[in-house]
């Protein structure tokens, strides 16, 4: 796609374990999120979905 993104989407990620699908829009610092698997939906300001990867334990099986 060229140009601004889809409806001004700046970037989406997809998680294929969890079903989520993000979708954020920076000009106004907003975050929405659709879960394929369940059928959830969820959005909010940026500041609410923002995390601190230094503060979250992970494995490499994750």
């Known amino acids: 796609m060229r140009g601004n993104g889809w ?3 700046d970037t989406g990620a997809y998680h294929h374990r969890s079903g989520w699908l993000t979708a954020l829009d920076w000009s106004r610092q907003w975050v929405w999120q659709m879960n394929v698997l369940h059928g959830g939906i969820r959005q909010g300001g940026l500041e609410e979905f923002v ?4 503060t979250v334990g992970c494995s490499k099986s994750e």
């Open 7 to 9: 409806i001004d989407i």
């Open 51 to 54: 995390v601190d990867v230094a």
